[in-house]
């Protein structure tokens, strides 16, 4: 029971946290614990999800490539589509970052803080989608490691894909 009880106050922390948004409740779920007692899920407001998504993988295909101008242009859309989200600010900058930088070692290390970000929006959301991979490197950000999300189960590293693009492992799956 208090492992069930940790399991979905875990769950409630990330959709929270979720983009830094504050918890502004969409609508409330009834999660079933056991027969004789239930929880209220707040659910946050992610209706805009699917289009961060599709912003963020087209951005880490464009990591793929080195192309700095076009990472650049891919990144002021996903600003924009980050904007859209209430509390979604601090990573809609982080995309700005990336869309301003003409260096593409400053514009991959600012990619590592606004993939944590995106990760934890879309675990936290609502959004459903085709099997999303959350990826890992653990020679990302100097050792320290990196996520990263695809469509793809085979790896396909951003952070180096010119030296080990195949570096990295699913680290989970989210459906």
Same mark, same amino acid.
């Given at each position: 029971m208090k492992v069930i009880n940790n399991v979905i106050l875990f769950s409630l922390l990330i959709a929270v946290t979720a983009c830094n948004q504050t918890a502004k409740p969409v &609508?409330?779920?009834?999660v079933k614990i056991d027969s004789n007692k239930a929880v209220v899920a707040q659910v946050v407001d992610t209706a805009n999800t699917a289009e961060v998504f599709n912003a963020y993988i087209g951005l880490k295909n464009q990591f793929l490539r080195s192309d700095v101008d076009s990472i650049k242009n891919t990144a002021l859309g996903l600003e924009s589509?980050? %904007?859209g989200i &209430?509390?979604?600010?601090?990573t809609a900058t982080l995309a700005h970052q990336i869309a301003t930088s003409t260096d593409i070692k400053v514009q991959r290390n600012t990619f590592l803080i606004l993939s944590k970000d995106i990760v934890t929006l879309v675990k936290g959301s &609502? *959004? &459903?989608? %085709? @099997?999303i991979y959350v990826d890992y490197c653990p020679m990302a950000d100097n050792g320290k490691g990196g996520y990263w999300l695809s469509v793809n189960k085979s790896i396909e590293? @951003?952070? *180096? @894909?010119e030296h080990m693009k195949e570096c990295g492992q699913v680290k989970e799956q989210i459906n």
């Open positions: &609508k409330d779920e009834v589509k980050l %904007a &209430k509390g979604c600010t601090e &609502k *959004f &459903k989608s %085709a @099997p590293n @951003p952070y *180096f @894909p």
